[in-house]
């Protein structure tokens, strides 16, 4: 990924009516990166897709692509490739024709129309497919030909529409990784939707948070999940627990009454937060009498999940009753950690993260 701005979003919003979808939104993409927007259903991802293809212009706001303003230009006058949930494959075409139709309606010349779509079928594995029709194919080799066929024309900018979540949780899992080898080995600039996190986790270079039409946070996955912006963020972004508090001085917030050791920053005494810390990052304590941040909780129930288990954990201190940590097989075997047992835990303070209450 180089720092050269390939797309440039400046101030755009886009209303429907009275309702407003995009609030004057502003981001750069930068050239050969893999971006995702992520949100809940309802965020406005979608409609700034749509944007940047021109399928639904922006009401105000600039949209530029490698240096050009392309914000009122029909979509035929773009320079991407597009590829929705749906796969929208034309189920009287072959795989051949309809990877060849972009090239087709371009005018190429038949010999490099068939040279391009062998060479697109090769690297999207599926060689010996060209003369089968889409219904002849499984969801996930259908997905493959929808590809080709954006990439076909070799655009500048691929757009992908919540491309795998018609597909099963073993293929979806093995094309997300495929897509994005392919996005790194040709370095085609790509925008992908999704509400799945594990997706924008696994296959972006950058993930742009959304909710209710603005961006929350952008940043690489990594740094999202481990510094949240918000509490919002924190939420959307994997497991975690919360606890509402107030500041009761400089690095401690008291949560019913029981003090956290943890970082303030500028948030001044007296002010309500919310405290939060993920599940993999609650300790057990080896009996120690007193340490930071420790507290005693009762096993409410254990959930196995392969490699961790999902401890839940009651007391006084938690509002909602419990809070959950996630614990390792080996843990779990070595302490034997059962049901309604006693259990000693700590919440490490510089793991701790506090949000204003309003976030």
Avoid: W
């Avoid at 979608?46 to 600039?62: S, V």
């Avoid at 076909?152 to 597909?167: F, K, N, R, V, Y």
């Amino acid at each position: 990924m180089t720092s050269n701005s390939y797309l440039r979003i400046s101030n755009l919003s886009k209303k429907f009516g009275e309702f407003e979808a995009l609030k004057n939104i502003s981001l750069d993409v930068y050239e050969s990166e893999f971006v995702c927007f992520l949100g809940p259903s309802g965020c406005g991802k979608t409609t700034l897709l749509r944007a940047i293809a021109g399928l639904d212009i922006q009401t105000t706001g600039r949209i530029e692509q490698a240096g050009k303003d392309i914000s009122a230009l029909p979509p035929s006058e773009r320079d991407f490739g597009i590829v929705f949930q749906s796969y929208a494959l034309f189920p009287n075409l072959t795989v051949e024709r309809n990877v060849a139709f972009g090239l087709e309606n371009r005018g190429m010349a038949r010999a490099k129309i068939r040279e391009r779509v062998t060479e697109l079928l090769d690297v999207v594995g599926l060689p010996d497919q060209g003369r089968k029709y889409p219904a002849q194919l499984s969801g996930g080799q259908q997905q493959r030909v929808a590809l080709a066929r954006a990439l076909a024309t070799s655009p500048g900018l691929l757009l992908l529409d919540e491309p795998l979540s018609a597909l099963d949780a073993r293929v979806r899992a093995r094309l997300r990784l495929e897509i994005k080898q392919l996005q790194q080995k040709l370095k085609v600039t790509t925008i992908m939707v999704t509400h799945d996190q594990e997706e924008a986790l696994t296959m972006a270079d950058r993930i742009v948070v959304m909710d209710h039409g603005v961006i929350r946070q952008v940043g690489a996955p990594r740094d999202i999940y481990a510094a949240p912006s918000s509490a919002f963020v924190a939420d959307f972004i994997g497991t975690m627990n919360f606890l509402a508090g107030r500041v009761a001085g400089d690095g401690v917030v008291e949560v019913r009454g029981t003090p956290f050791r943890c970082d303030t920053a500028d948030i001044p005494p007296g002010e309500e937060v919310t405290l939060s810390i993920r599940p993999e990052d609650v300790i057990l304590c080896n009996g120690d009498a007193d340490v930071v941040n420790g507290l005693d909780t009762v096993v409410r129930y254990v959930e196995f999940l392969g490699p961790f288990c999902r401890v839940g954990l009651a007391s006084d201190v938690f509002e909602d009753g419990e809070v959950c940590a996630d614990l390792s097989s080996n843990m779990m075997r070595e302490r034997t950690i059962e049901q309604d047992a006693p259990l000693k835990v700590r919440f490490p303070e510089n793991l701790v993260r506090v949000f204003p209450a309003r976030s």
